[in-house]
């Protein structure tokens, strides 16, 4: 015996939600399949959500969703050894406007959870998908263990680790080149001292991007009682270091330990990023009877400053719910790829295209950023006779690398970004 | 046959964390279901595989987690499961648990067999059960390692630090297992489907008549045990290492 | 103020006698053994003895609440072991009075208690405040036990005959020292391999004079043997425990927490037990009991 629904959606992350939430809201009969013990339970995030497609789509949302600080403070820091450099951006109240917000994941997805059960969705956690079932070419459901579940639509949101993908061929494994690992630590700091400490309002958040030539990028959130601070480290260089090791030298830094102080670490995760961009985007995320949505597609926007999924997600799945409703069973879903271009995703991704090839060169986090901490270092360090720029910049240049590399560099990053 | 299995949502241990004065983060805490807990709603299954038992689950609490914790006892293969409305019910004493469940028991029973895990890691650890059997006046096998129903007896085994003691005894009864009575089925997709489509029926205290007494909770602390964390690495000097112990043992430290 | 206690062995009478100072009161005892009614009308103001019963909770629940009903107790104590605990809820649950466990130390206060209590698998203490009466299992060592002798009374029970629950019992032999009453514990955990590696473990206690056992999984799960320390076993308070290839998992450590010196050996560095031994060796217990064992010979002739 199996059971029969509309649509089967594999994943119960933002993606898997999302198509859930638009397609119940359509009358379709769906069942989401959630590999975690709760939906979120196999996220790893930073910390910050970009807030349009909620606004668009669930409104009311900031009535109750679990938001912790909405971002008023955006900062670029480069940790030298002992000291750090960063360049602040305050951001004015935008109440209806754009905007991004701190949350816990889990947090928010088990609120889109209940959102999507109000509609009536079965949400079914700690079960494992194995395979999709095909009939005559069209997918027509999936099995998990003994058990089927018949479906005319099969959605898989399945995230960055595309086994499901991977197992019918529909997804190559990802060369260690497009893969990062995020480690993620949560620290208890306590509202007073991160207001404190951070220079914030009671609502008000922190992003900070960090560079640094030991081990190139990172990241630090502020949530009401919470600092996150993680960091993003690519398998292709740095690949003797290990995830735990990584977030103590951060936590260590003097500059962040004193962000840090007297706070305990309440949570520890580590996750696969692909990072590949537009040339990890499937080129084709949809078949008969299926359609790829979310991370497992490679729909995540790396703009060097920010990594974005979670916005992403939720407007592919609402996208891809869109071409389920005009497309008939058994036929494919090609229109969710053109809706996908329609919806200027793909070319916010094909502009950044260049992004992760610029990431994955080891100048720009390695000897760059030491390049720029020597320079500083010789400009604010107080000698008996100061240097001209020019005097400091050659001096910290020196042996390093060519002046000349050094500007084609920055030519290929500006031009990219 | 009717058989009733109380659940508990407790306090993830393994995943405390404490805030460097020592005090515990209960509050973010994950929550999870006692695992001797599992092992009741097992055997309450198997005697509904046996002996076509009824069998029916009780949870003292109406968080999201204890909803979705009756429902993964459905997904287990219980038949019917209540929630009992209550505020605070982690500041609950344990005789109040017991009489809530008592109260519910008569209230939605009879029932000839009352299963509950042995202990839970957090509060009222191995109390209870007893509690419910004397609140409710019938007799108890407590921390049993396994279980039979015989010709209408039941039978079990019970291993302690003295020996080995072995129980027969009609029911109506009140039954601890622990944690080696059995290894507790992972529900399948279909059986987590259906029980996403069962009812979680609803009780008040009001309802069942209880009156609450408090018994106040001042602070909680992490133990501190002062204890000296001396290591020595065995790989690094092997002799000394042994030599250390041998002067611990004999008492020359 | 009365006390009325469960009492089973001297040991744990004499640490009442402790709390019975603490709190300025009369101490009354049910005994289930002829054998301990010399020693225990010493330590108690009364002892109510009764034997020759087989340990059925439902029986002896009677018993104690018979007595209970004479002495109407303000504090009434149990050891906290599983049967204490299974007797005290049975109480408790009659009475419908407060019931704490795993208390490691108590004061009267105007209108009842303050009790320090373990919570969360004993990592944590909570303080917490009782009206009175009220049920109390006491964590086993946590009062030191106290030498005051009492001429007290004693009066035999009539035995209670009629259960519901009929009880077989088989004993073990205890061989050496009693686990409870040994000044060393040697204990094996998963480290070990097979059955037979046990006898240097035995060895060893047998050269300190001293008492060995396992923990639950190697008796429970592989019946290497019968008594185990742990939440459901033993628990003790040695002057030196030693444990060799034990992880240190809650239900284990909260059995020995009250032991003088914890010593590990254990060959995983990140093992949880080294965070709660004052003594660590971190290496292969296969190479490090035998040089043990060796040098201890030589050491102690």
Wanted: aromatic share 8%; net charge neutral.
């Amino acid at each position: 015996m199996s059971e029969k629904y509309d649509v089967v959606v594999v994943g119960g992350g933002p993606a898997g939600l999302s198509v859930a939430y638009f397609l119940a809201d359509k009358g379709y009969t769906v069942v989401v399949l959630e590999r975690g013990l709760e939906p979120g339970s196999k996220n790893v995030f930073g910390g910050r959500v970009y807030s349009y497609p909620l606004d668009k789509y669930f409104p009311g949302w900031r009535r109750d969703a679990p938001i912790e600080r909405w971002v008023r403070r955006e900062m670029l820091s480069i940790l030298c050894r002992e000291n750090m450099a960063s360049i602040g951006y305050q951001l004015s109240r935008k109440p209806d406007g754009h905007d991004s917000f701190t949350v816990f994941l889990s947090r928010l997805l088990k609120w889109m959870a209940s959102k999507v059960e109000e509609k009536n969705v079965l949400l079914a956690s700690n079960v494992r998908v194995d395979e999709m079932l095909f009939r005559d070419g069209v997918a027509c459901g999936v099995r998990a263990g003994e058990d089927k579940i018949e479906a005319e639509y099969v959605v898989i949101a399945e995230g960055a680790n595309t086994l499901l993908l991977e197992k019918h061929g529909l997804r190559g494994r990802p060369s260690p080149r497009d893969i990062a690992v995020g480690v993620k630590e949560v620290v208890r700091v306590g509202r007073e001292k991160i207001n404190e400490r951070f220079g914030l309002g009671d609502e008000e958040g922190l992003a900070q991007f960090l560079i640094s030539p030991v081990f190139g990028g990172g990241f630090i959130y502020t949530m009401k009682e919470y600092v996150s601070v993680g960091v993003v480290y690519r398998l292709s260089f740095n690949n003797h270091v290990e995830g735990k090791d990584v977030i103590e030298e951060l936590r260590m830094h003097p500059e962040i330990s004193k962000l840090l102080e007297g706070g305990v670490p309440v949570e520890y995760s580590a996750h696969i990023i692909r990072e590949g961009g537009y040339k990890d985007l499937m080129s084709k995320p949809y078949g008969k009877g299926y359609v790829v949505v979310g991370d497992a597609a490679g729909l995540i926007l790396n703009t060097g400053f920010t990594v974005r999924g979670v916005d992403l997600a939720i407007e592919s799945g609402r996208l891809a719910a869109e071409a389920i409703t005009k497309t008939s069973p058994g036929e494919e879903l090609s229109i969710y790829m053109d809706l996908l271009r329609r919806s200027g995703i793909i070319d916010a991704l094909k502009k950044f295209k260049n992004v992760p090839k610029i990431l994955s060169n080891q100048r720009i986090y390695v000897e760059y950023p030491d390049l720029i901490c020597k320079l500083l270092d010789n400009i604010y360090s107080v000698d008996e006779f100061p240097e001209t720029l020019n005097e400091s910049l050659k001096k910290a240049v020196k042996g390093k690398t060519s002046i000349i590399r050094l500007l084609l560099d920055l030519l290929m990053t500006v031009r990219s970004l | 046959m009717r058989v009733l299995t109380p659940i508990k949502l407790t306090v993830d241990i393994s995943q405390l964390k404490y805030e460097s004065s020592g005090e515990p983060l209960i509050d973010i805490a994950p929550r999870k279901m006692g695992d001797s807990d599992k092992c009741a709603i097992e055997e309450a299954v198997r005697l509904k595989e046996k002996h076509n038992a009824h069998t029916v689950v009780v949870t003292v609490g109406s968080t999201p987690d204890h909803e979705r914790m009756v429902r993964d006892a459905y997904a287990m293969g219980i038949d019917e499961g209540y929630i009992i409305e209550v505020d605070g019910h982690e500041n609950l004493q344990a005789v109040n648990v017991g009489e809530i469940i008592a109260s519910m028991a008569e209230k939605t029973g009879p029932y000839d067999l009352i299963i509950l895990g042995a202990g839970s890691l957090d509060t009222h650890s191995y109390t209870l059960g007893p509690i419910v059997a004397s609140r409710i006046g019938i007799p108890i096998i407590a921390s049993v390692d396994s279980l039979n129903y015989v010709e209408g007896y039941i039978e079990a085994k019970s291993v302690m630090e003295d020996g080995t003691y072995i129980y027969r005894s009609k029911p109506p009864l009140v039954v601890t297992v622990t944690t080696e009575a059995n290894e507790p089925r992972i529900p399948t997709l279909k059986t987590i489907l259906k029980s996403k489509k069962m009812e979680v029926k609803r009780l008040s205290i009001e309802q069942l008549g209880v009156r609450l007494e408090k018994v106040g909770l001042v602070e909680v602390k992490k133990y501190i045990i002062q204890r000296k964390n001396i290591v020595w690495d065995a790989s690094e000097d092997f002799e000394k290492a042994v030599d250390n112990l041998v002067n611990l043992l004999v008492g020359e430290v | 103020m009365r006390i009325l206690v469960y009492g089973e062995t001297v040991e744990w009478l004499k640490q009442v006698r402790e709390i019975a100072e603490i709190l300025n009161s009369e101490v009354y005892g049910v005994i289930p053994s002829r054998e301990l009614v010399n020693q225990a009308s010493k330590i108690l103001d009364k002892a109510y003895v009764f034997d020759g019963l087989t340990y059925e909770p439902n029986t002896y629940h009677k018993i104690i609440r018979r007595v209970s009903d004479k002495v109407k107790p303000d504090v009434t104590l149990f050891p906290s072991t599983i049967k204490g605990r299974t007797l005290a809820g049975l109480y408790a649950g009659e009475k419908g009075q407060p019931i704490i466990t795993d208390v490691l130390n108590l004061r009267y206060i105007a209108g009842g208690l303050e009790i320090e209590r373990l919570v969360y698998g004993g990592s944590c203490i909570a303080t917490i405040r009782s009206t009175l009466p009220a049920t109390i299992c006491i964590s086993i060592g946590a009062f030191k036990p106290s030498e005051k002798q009492v001429n007290g009374e004693i009066e035999y029970l009539e035995e209670i005959r009629e259960s519901a629950v009929q009880t077989e019992f088989r004993s073990r032999e205890y061989v050496g020292v009693p686990l409870e009453r040994a000044e060393i514990v040697v204990a094996a955990g998963r480290g070990f391999k097979k059955k037979e590696d046990l006898e240097i473990v035995k060895e060893l206690s047998r050269i300190l004079n001293g008492a060995w056992s396992v923990t639950r999984p190697l008796a429970a799960d592989y019946g290497w043997s019968d008594t185990w320390i742990g939440i459901s076993g033993a628990t003790i308070n040695p002057k030196i425990y030693l444990a060799v290839g034990v992880s240190g998992q809650p239900l284990h450590m909260i059995a020995v927490r009250n032991s003088k010196t914890i010593i590990a050996i254990n060959k995983d560095p990140s093992a949880p037990i080294f965070n709660e031994a004052d003594y660590g060796v971190i290496g292969d217990l296969y190479q490090v009991l035998p040089k043990l064992l060796e040098k201890l010979k030589k050491k102690l002739g």
